[in-house]
């Protein structure tokens, strides 16, 4: 059984940071694409960032690009994402996920598995 499990969220200031982990198991992390996808009140879920198992570029969406990093650990099957320069417009539930694609990676359709999410509060 597939369980990817988000921490690391929590109220932050704005212009503060953060660093989101994600630990995953019951898959072979290596082989997978993980993304980091976020909602807030209202809106649809969007993409944040995504690392492919192929070892390409890491994707990010234009909101995030230059604040954000993504990275994984295959040893610890774990994904993160660093935020830094962190804006009210961030505040949203971050959601980890998991594909095999490896195009195609900054929508939600091909994503497998999903965690339950990790709340980030940003004030101004």
């Known amino acids: 059984q597939v369980q990817l499990v988000e921490s690391g969220g929590g109220l932050v200031q704005a212009g503060g940071s953060l660093r989101l982990s994600c630990a995953a198991s019951?898959?072979?992390?290596?082989?997978?694409?993980m993304g980091w996808f976020r909602q807030a009140p209202g809106k649809e879920r969007e993409f944040v960032a995504a690392?492919?198992?192929?070892?390409?570029?890491?994707a990010y969406a234009d909101s995030v690009k230059g604040r954000f990093t993504i990275s994984r650990d295959n040893g610890a099957n774990t994904v993160y994402v660093q935020m830094n320069s962190l804006r009210s417009e961030d505040t949203a539930i971050y959601y980890c996920?998991?594909?095999?694609?490896?195009?195609?990676?900054?929508?939600?359709?091909?994503?497998?598995?999903w965690g339950q999410g990790t709340q980030v509060t940003v004030s101004s």
């Open positions: 996920a998991a594909t095999r694609n490896i195009v195609r990676v900054n929508i939600t359709a091909p994503y497998e598995h």
């Open positions: 019951g898959l072979s992390f290596n082989w997978w694409t």
């Open positions: 690392d492919t198992w192929n070892h390409g570029n890491p």
